[in-house]
């Protein structure tokens, strides 16, 4: 499975982005689509995951209430919608596909194999 992200971007603090991120290939079954990201100089961690199929989503604590992942079964694609955003939110956005993922696994980087390439987003303060 090929993952091709696109979004990101610059904005303030207390702004709004959208990241999508479209899969091509092999997805069906329990594929589930992630985000995860990493600041500078900090590991990579997750932010929200979506089950292609079903209506299974799960967010991080550090951005309930303000980020929102979203799908499309018939394109494949996933959506993650960022609000208020704070400058620690700056990172490299990455998506990431699993393909056996239960909703335990939805966090658990380890369990992705596919990954697109990063989109840097960047809050100002």
């Known amino acids: 499975v090929q993952l091709q992200a696109s979004g990101g971007g610059l904005v303030q603090a207390g702004g709004s982005l959208g990241l999508s991120c479209a899969a091509s290939g092999r997805t069906a079954g329990r594929y589930v689509m992630g985000w995860f990201r990493q600041a500078p100089g900090k590991e990579r961690e997750f932010v929200a995951a979506?089950?292609?199929?079903?209506?299974?989503?799960a967010h991080a604590d550090s951005v309930k209430g303000r980020f929102t992942i979203s799908k499309n079964n018939a394109k494949n694609t996933v959506y993650l919608q960022m609000n208020s955003l704070k400058p620690e939110d700056t990172a490299v956005y990455y998506c990431?596909?699993?393909?056996?993922?239960?909703?335990?696994?939805?966090?658990?980087?380890?369990?992705?194999?596919?990954w697109g390439q990063g989109t840097l987003v960047t809050v100002s303060s």
């Open positions: 990431a596909g699993c393909a056996r993922c239960i909703y335990s696994d939805y966090g658990t980087m380890r369990k992705y194999a596919d």
């Open positions: 979506a089950a292609l199929s079903g209506g299974s989503t």
